[in-house]
């Protein structure tokens, strides 16, 4: 009666009449009448009436009769008669008779002062307080050891006065996911802002496609690959290759960049390599480079037993089974997936020195083949185009349909005899004017996955890198557009087409995600249907090829095309 109790968050406090109660976050506190309690963290102390026990970390001492007792961690100290038994945290101190028995949380105390139970934070409330204006308190000294948990973001800084604890500030506090990069200087283990600096995932990084939406862009992306297979196995056609990694890479289009798993279209075995968080990174870029080297050893086998079997020679033998060019085929198709594992390694190896060695090589690999397309295609190619004898002999209905898919010009061997039939899957229904349109597109999928590797660490570097990724996708639409590099014009619309709906869904998922719409906005529905169109493109042009191919088969005569023994002109080649 007669002081304002203080709520304390860990037990509860009794005042003295006439006293005001000293708020403690680890115990209580019962202050003598006219003396100020100062609050220790570790214990609970009574003073001695008239004099204030000082903590010391250090020593202990032996007080003199009238003096404050000084406590030592670190050994047990006997009171002298009629002064104030100083409170130990490291051991237990024996009272002399006559004076106030300190209690020790770290032993278990005798009987003659026994310890109240402490209740447990979480079922504790706030004491109420009497409506009486509260006493002035003494000077508080802060207690460095076992803080209570801050009641301020941050805490509050060394020094200051603390406001006093409530129940509801013992509620544990809401983590959130952050990846935190330590402060060069700070010591290990440290946290806190002046130890470590917090790049939180952005607020944004959880729109994009809802699981729904993703269900329609994956049965696309699954259905291009199958029609791109399709294709490969039939036509032996390189174009529309690489729709399927793009329709798979682009669906977990958001802020949150390399926490998704990648889907068979980018990483076709689904096996990892090691034990850590980037074993699924490590396993894309090994296994899909073993898949072009084991296509690659297959078709040499396969040359060689055509060598064997007719008595060709090896170039002969390499241009019937049409090796290196077919290996571009199953390169585009996993050039996605294996340039992104690469980007994600390289960028985030987790510490580990091989796995940035192993995304280096890998990047390089995917680097190095528009490099050699370059080189071997592009600035001095040994074919020529001409005219395509078989749309020369068609009429009516059979010659617009044949020009419509294969054009009216194919590509023959010039100076260097089976040129075309050895690498001519790379570049065969593309224009001569622009072969430069091959190694821009290899280099337009690995931006993709440059940027989509890239793990933005604030709101606003996220929306610049979703503006990239627009831009990259607009500048190839336009070259479609503007170049129309392709002979046949169903090629020219397939492609053409996938790449302007690719476009689109980026600039509608872009444009959610940087003014933060609702998951259901009509942007990201738009979004996931011109992605899921796009693929379906690519699987109607393989069937439309695979048709093409049987009807080859099974009785029409191959027309033979212009001079130069080139490329067949049906669907055979």
Same mark, same amino acid.
């Given at each position: 009666p007669g002081t304002a109790a203080t709520p304390n968050p860990s037990v509860g406090t009794t005042p003295t009449p006439g006293t005001a109660a000293t708020p403690n976050p680890s115990v209580g506190t019962t202050p003598t009448p006219g003396a100020a309690?100062?609050?220790?963290?570790?214990?609970?102390? =009574?003073?001695?009436?008239?004099?204030?026990?000082?903590?010391?970390?250090? &020593?202990?001492?032996?007080?003199?009769?009238?003096?404050?007792? $000084?406590?030592?961690?670190?050994?047990?100290?006997?009171?002298?008669?009629?002064?104030?038994? =100083?409170?130990?945290?490291?051991?237990?101190?024996?009272?002399?008779?006559?004076?106030?028995?300190?209690?020790?949380?770290?032993? =278990?105390?005798?009987?003659?002062?026994?310890?109240?139970?402490?209740?447990?934070? *979480?079922?504790?409330?706030?004491?109420?307080?009497?409506?009486?204006?509260?006493?002035?308190?003494?000077?508080?000294?802060?207690?460095?050891?076992?803080?209570?948990?801050?009641?301020?973001? #941050?805490?509050?800084?060394?020094? $200051?006065?603390?406001?006093?604890?409530?129940?509801?500030?013992?509620?544990?506090?809401?983590? $959130?996911?952050?990846?935190?990069?330590?402060?060069?200087?700070?010591?290990?283990?440290?946290?806190?802002? !002046?130890?470590?600096?917090?790049?939180?995932?952005?607020?944004?990084?959880?729109?994009?496609?809802?699981?729904?939406?993703?269900?329609?862009?994956?049965?696309?992306?699954? #259905?291009? !690959?199958?029609?791109? /297979?399709?294709?490969?196995l039939t036509t032996a056609r390189a174009t529309s290759a690489a729709s399927a990694g793009k329709i798979a890479l682009l669906q977990d289009f958001g802020c949150a960049g390399g926490e998704d798993a990648m889907s068979w279209e980018l990483h076709p075995t689904q096996l990892g390599i090691g034990g850590g968080p980037e074993k699924e990174l490590i396993g894309a870029c090994i296994m899909n480079m073993l898949l072009l080297l084991g296509l690659s050893v297959v078709m040499v086998g396969a040359a060689g037993g055509v060598r064997a079997a007719t008595g060709q020679s090896w170039e002969e033998a390499r241009a019937a089974v049409r090796f290196p060019g077919i290996c571009y085929i199953p390169y585009l198709f996993l050039l996605q997936g294996t340039s992104l594992a690469a980007a994600r390694a390289l960028f985030y190896p987790g510490g580990s020195v091989a796995i940035g060695l192993i995304g280096g090589a890998t990047a %390089?690999?995917?680097?190095?083949?528009?490099?050699?397309?370059?080189?071997? &295609? &592009?600035?001095?190619?040994?074919?020529?185009?001409?005219? *395509?004898?078989?749309? &020369?002999?068609?009429?009516?209905?059979?010659? %617009?349909?044949?020009? %419509?898919?294969?054009?009216?010009?194919?590509? /023959?061997?010039?100076?260097?005899?089976? %040129?075309?039939?050895?690498?001519? /899957?790379?570049f065969e229904t593309v224009k001569k004017d622009a072969l430069w349109c091959l190694p821009a597109e290899c280099l337009g999928v690995i931006m993709l996955s440059v940027l989509s590797a890239l793990q933005p660490g604030t709101v606003w570097m996220c929306n610049m890198r979703n503006l990239g990724l627009a831009l990259t996708t607009a500048l190839w639409f336009l070259v479609l557009v503007v170049k129309r590099p392709y002979f046949g014009y169903l090629e020219g619309l397939v492609n053409t087409g996938a790449a302007g709906l690719v476009f689109v869904a980026v600039v509608c998922m872009t444009v959610a995600i940087w003014g933060e719409v609702a998951p259901d906005h009509i942007l990201l529905e738009v979004a996931a249907e011109t992605l899921s169109v796009s693929g379906w493109m690519v699987v109607g042009k393989a069937l439309w090829d695979v048709a093409g191919y049987l009807y080859d088969v099974l009785g029409a005569e191959a027309d033979e095309a212009g001079a130069g023994g080139g490329t067949r002109g049906g669907y055979r080649s």
């Open positions: 309690a100062t609050p220790n963290p570790s214990v609970r102390t =009574t003073p001695t009436p008239g004099t204030a026990a000082t903590p010391n970390p250090s &020593v202990g001492t032996t007080p003199t009769p009238g003096a404050a007792a $000084t406590p030592n961690p670190s050994v047990r100290t006997t009171p002298t008669p009629g002064t104030a038994a =100083t409170p130990n945290p490291s051991v237990g101190t024996t009272p002399t008779p006559g004076t106030t028995a300190t209690l020790n949380p770290a032993l =278990t105390p005798g009987p003659a002062s026994p310890a109240p139970p402490t209740p447990a934070p *979480d079922t504790l409330a706030p004491l109420p307080a009497p409506p009486l204006a509260p006493a002035t308190l003494g000077p508080q000294t802060s207690a460095p050891a076992n803080r209570t948990r801050p009641r301020t973001p #941050g805490g509050a800084l060394p020094g $200051t006065t603390e406001e006093p604890a409530t129940a509801s500030s013992l509620a544990p506090i809401p983590q $959130t996911s952050a990846q935190t990069t330590a402060v060069p200087g700070a010591p290990a283990g440290a946290t806190g802002e !002046a130890a470590s600096a917090s790049r939180a995932t952005p607020p944004t990084a959880s729109l994009g496609l809802s699981e729904a939406k993703k269900s329609k862009t994956k049965l696309a992306a699954s #259905g291009a !690959a199958a029609g791109v /297979v399709a294709m490969a %390089f690999f995917s680097l190095s083949v528009p490099v050699l397309i370059h080189i071997r &295609v &592009v600035r001095a190619p040994s074919g020529k185009v001409v005219p *395509d004898g078989a749309a &020369v002999q068609m009429s009516g209905w059979q010659k %617009f349909l044949y020009s %419509f898919t294969f054009g009216n010009a194919i590509w /023959v061997s010039a100076k260097e005899p089976l %040129f075309c039939e050895r690498f001519g /899957v790379i």
